[in-house]
């Protein structure tokens, strides 16, 4: 399951859960990619707040999927969620490898949150 929704603070947000096979991986960059073109017409930062913390470990399949699709979405600063350390050292091993300097890991929403407000 998954949801990807514009929250109050507009903050692109991506709530995953469970398993995502890679056509549900490319429909939630579609969605990200299409609320991200709406606030850069709104004249607006494009903010990404992925909630990773419900997801099971993506497949490798699914790794090459996002981040070849993510790459397609135009973003300010990209911010992932989860308390799996094994979730968070893959992910943190992607935003180096990537080289991606607006993009970080978080252990709890909150700290997410106040550094894509930063």
């Given at each position: ?18 398993p995502k ?10 969605q990200g ?82 550094w894509l407000?930063?």
């Amino acid at each position: 399951m998954y949801k990807v929704f514009l929250n109050p603070d507009n903050i692109i947000e991506v709530i995953n859960e469970g398993p995502k096979t890679p056509e549900e991986q490319a429909d939630t960059i579609a969605q990200g990619k299409k609320l991200s073109e709406q606030l850069r017409k709104e004249g607006k930062t494009v903010l990404v707040f992925d909630d990773l913390s419900k997801m099971d470990l993506p497949s490798e399949q699914l790794r090459k999927v996002g981040s070849t699709l993510e790459k397609l979405v135009d973003f300010d600063k990209l911010a992932f969620f989860t308390t799996d350390l094994q979730m968070k050292i893959m992910v943190d091993f992607m935003i180096r490898a990537g080289g991606e300097v607006k993009t970080q890991v978080f252990k709890n929403r909150e700290e997410a949150i106040a550094w894509l407000k930063s």
